[in-house]
C-alpha cells in the first residue's frame, strides 16, 4: 500500500515562483502578536482563504515583504502574515 503524506509549510517558507494551494490560515506559536486577531480576518477578507491557490511572485531585500499573487490580484504580504498561511505546495 502506497501512501502519501502531505507535507504543509507556510507561505513565508515558499520559494520565488513557486505555486501553492492554501489550507488554512491560523494562529500558531509563531505567529507575531499583531496577527492575533484582526490580522487573520483581513486576510481571509483579502481572498487568502482554504482552497486558493497563490503564488509566489517576488520578495524584497531580506525577503520582506513577499508579493503574493492569487487570481488577478498581487499583495504584498509581511513575513509575519505570510507564516499564518497553512500551504501546500502543487
Known amino acids: 500500500m502506497n501512501l502519501q503524506m502531505s507535507t504543509y509549510i507556510t507561505l513565508n517558507q515558499l520559494d520565488?515562483?513557486?505555486s501553492a494551494v492554501i489550507d488554512a490560515v491560523e494562529?500558531?506559536?509563531?505567529?507575531d502578536e499583531r496577527m492575533q486577531?484582526?490580522?487573520v480576518?483581513?486576510?481571509e477578507e483579502l481572498g487568502f482563504v482554504?482552497?486558493?491557490r497563490l503564488k509566489?511572485?517576488?520578495?524584497?531585500?531580506?525577503?520582506?515583504?513577499?508579493?503574493?499573487?492569487?487570481?488577478?490580484?498581487?499583495?504584498a504580504l509581511r513575513k509575519v502574515e505570510a507564516s499564518?498561511?497553512?500551504?501546500?505546495?502543487?
Open 41 to 43: 480576518q483581513r486576510l
Open 84 to 90: 499564518a498561511i497553512r500551504i501546500q505546495r502543487d
Open 50 to 52: 482554504p482552497g486558493a
Open 16 to 18: 520565488i515562483g513557486e
Open 56 to 75: 509566489l511572485m517576488r520578495k524584497g531585500l531580506g525577503g520582506d515583504p513577499l508579493a503574493i499573487r492569487i487570481g488577478t490580484s498581487l499583495f
Open 27 to 31: 494562529i500558531t506559536p509563531e505567529t
Open 37 to 39: 486577531l484582526a490580522g
